[in-house]
């Protein structure tokens, strides 16, 4: 199996979702084994999401497992969500109809 040619996971520049759709579907489209798919990400990973990936149990060790610490990690959750909502705003220049789609 050929390892993932994806950049590293970087918080700076990436957002963890669009990031982690990108590498399921290489790893589809590459017919990787979803049991390699937590060990091809855990080496992509860099700051807060070594973090999560450290802090898994040993029987934790899935991509299920993985995929759920790091949405959780980054607040990919429905409090998450919500708080991004309320906190939203316009960009500089951006039109009202722009900013709600």
Avoid at 15 to 26: A, G, K, P, T, V
Avoid at 37 to 47: A, D, E, K, P, V
Avoid at 48 to 56: G, M, T, V
Wanted: with cysteine; charged share 30%; glycine share 4%.
């Amino acid at each position: 199996m050929r390892q993932p040619r994806m950049p590293l996971l970087m918080e700076s520049r990436d957002q963890l979702d669009s990031y982690l759709i990108r590498f399921e579907m290489q790893a589809k489209v590459n017919k990787w084994p979803e049991e390699q798919w937590f060990m091809c990400l855990s080496n992509l990973l860099t700051g807060e999401a070594l973090e999560a990936l450290h802090a898994l149990s040993p029987d934790q060790c899935t991509y299920g497992h993985l995929k759920a610490s790091l949405l959780k990690r980054f607040k990919f959750t429905e409090e998450g969500f919500r708080e991004r909502f309320r906190s939203s705003v316009p960009r500089s220049g951006q039109d009202f109809e722009t900013f709600i789609n």
